[in-house]
């Protein structure tokens, strides 16, 4: 059984709850409040010095972080990982941009805008330039889902997932997807994927075949 420590509204810790329950694999999940602290106790910090969530333990005491590493495996041999090497590496490709250009942008506006308490005030010298890299990141997946229903192989992938994670909660932080129809086509798209989950969704028990 895998184990996943997660925070629930955290993006990178959503993606890979998306893609367990995506795949239907049972998995056991352990909630990690960064914002309290809980990823910086030593206990933690030995299974992650980064401190960071997601985590997963794959095996006993073998842990495996970042969140699209663990798309990456969680997706191997499944119908989310493209078939050809073209196809692999355009996946990984939209994975990097996500975590180099998405993340750090809309991805940091919304966890201290919708999470921090008084986070736009702490960080009202960084939201011009989050909005503006936000909105550039945002027009290349625009420009990209014109002309592609998913980001790679015609067909829902972890890059699709990966993508997700962060866009779908743009509006809680000052984006608005209103000029960017195409983003919001493909978001309707996932969404209406068999066993798709939503952020807020607490891992069911029919995943869980111990029933725990």
Same mark, same amino acid.
């Given at each position: 059984?895998?184990?996943?420590?997660?925070?629930?509204?955290?993006?990178?810790?959503?993606?890979?709850? %998306? #893609?367990? #329950?995506?795949?239907?694999?049972?998995?056991?999940?352990?909630?990690?409040?960064?914002?309290?602290?809980?990823?910086?106790?030593?206990?933690?910090?030995?299974?992650?010095?980064?401190?960071?969530?997601?985590? *997963?333990?794959?095996?006993?005491?073998?842990?495996? #972080?970042?969140?699209?590493?663990?798309?990456?495996?969680?997706?191997?041999?499944?119908? %989310?990982?493209?078939?050809?090497?073209?196809?692999?590496?355009?996946?990984?490709?939209?994975?990097?941009?996500?975590?180099? =250009?998405?993340?750090?942008?809309?991805?940091?506006?919304?966890?201290? *805008?919708?999470?921090?308490?008084?986070?736009?005030?702490?960080?009202? +010298?960084?939201?011009?330039?989050?909005?503006?890299?936000? +909105?550039?990141?945002?027009?290349?997946?625009?420009? +990209? *889902?014109?002309? +592609?229903?998913?980001?790679?192989?015609?067909?829902?992938?972890? =890059?699709?997932?990966?993508?997700?994670?962060?866009?779908?909660? #743009?509006?809680?932080?000052?984006?608005?997807?209103?000029?960017?129809?195409?983003?919001?086509?493909? *978001?309707?798209?996932?969404?209406?994927?068999?066993?798709?989950?939503?952020?807020?969704?607490?891992?069911?028990?029919?995943?869980?075949?111990?029933?725990?």
């Amino acid at each position: 059984m895998y184990k996943l420590y997660s925070m629930q509204r955290s993006g990178n810790s959503y993606k890979v709850r %998306l #893609a367990f #329950a995506l795949l239907d694999i049972p998995f056991d999940v352990v909630e990690v409040d960064i914002l309290r602290g809980e990823s910086r106790t030593p206990d933690f910090l030995a299974m992650n010095p980064r401190g960071q969530v997601p985590l *997963l333990e794959v095996a006993n005491q073998r842990y495996l #972080a970042e969140s699209n590493a663990i798309l990456w495996y969680l997706a191997l041999n499944t119908p %989310l990982s493209p078939e050809s090497a073209i196809d692999r590496a355009e996946t990984l490709q939209w994975m990097f941009f996500e975590q180099h =250009a998405l993340e750090p942008s809309v991805g940091a506006a919304y966890f201290w *805008l919708a999470l921090v308490r008084g986070g736009r005030d702490l960080q009202m +010298h960084a939201l011009e330039d989050w909005m503006e890299r936000g +909105h550039g990141a945002l027009r290349i997946l625009e420009a +990209h *889902l014109k002309t +592609h229903d998913y980001f790679v192989a015609n067909r829902p992938t972890i =890059a699709d997932i990966a993508m997700y994670g962060y866009t779908h909660v #743009a509006e809680q932080c000052d984006f608005s997807l209103h000029e960017f129809p195409a983003i919001r086509d493909w *978001l309707a798209r996932v969404e209406s994927q068999p066993r798709f989950v939503r952020m807020d969704w607490v891992r069911e028990r029919s995943l869980n075949p111990e029933g725990a």
